[in-house]
């Protein structure tokens, strides 16, 4: 429970710690996850609430540059949603940065392993424009894998359209993106850059956490991974994501709650 209580304690004071790899270089994947869900308890503890999934490292780029072929998942936390347009105060953070992704809405409950692709359309009440604000409870993004996977993914928060745009007809891998700050085009993306397909991610995670027993409720949020690479946030700032067919997602940067 030390490494799990240490990054709470992160969280709760905004105060960085080292990496865990640093002292313990062996640490891997799983040893991320047995410190991950000895975590989410104590946040759910304080009154918070599971309400979907984010999945990492769904890039080839992300993944080269982490040295893994796979990518991760961690909880989306109530506390952390935000609405399209809201004011996103930067002293709830460490050290953020926002990504553009595609988000789906299950409609109904979606059980692994053996999910296809082609399973998932029937799940999915709708696909919105969203945007993640990742951080990280480690110093200076100074993260490997355990690191990220023990630090829920380095999650921080998410902003979702209220615009929930059926499936049908909506080939997801083709949903072309722009980012802009501040009016200024900052990246482009399309939904290919996650995993090849968005839909595809969805399929991952259903498995994944249905050899572990835990299904995607109905109702949950599942952020797919970014469309490009992370922009760091300031006060003043105003990101907007377009996408086509889903439309734009924006968020202020403010300096306090």
Known sequence: MGKARALYEARRTRVPIPPFTDTEPDL?????????????????????????????VTSAAMQK??????????????????????????????????????????GSRLQGPGITPTDIAPAIAGVAAAMEIVDSRIADWRIKLADTVADLASNGAVAVSSRLVPLAGLDTRLIGMTFTRNGELVDTGAGAAALGDPLAVVAWLANVLGEAGVALEPGHLIMTGALHAAVPLKAGDVFRAEFDRLGPVTIRVKETT
């Open 28 to 56: 891997g994947m799983a040893d991320g996850y047995a410190i991950q869900q000895e975590l989410v308890p104590l946040l759910l503890a304080d009154g918070d609430r599971v309400v979907g999934h984010k999945v990492g």
């Open 65 to 106: 540059m982490i040295g893994i072929d796979t990518p991760d998942y961690g909880p989306v936390l109530s506390s952390t949603v935000y609405r399209d347009g809201d004011a996103i105060p930067l002293d709830r953070f460490i050290a953020p940065k926002v990504e553009a992704e595609i988000v789906f809405v299950l």
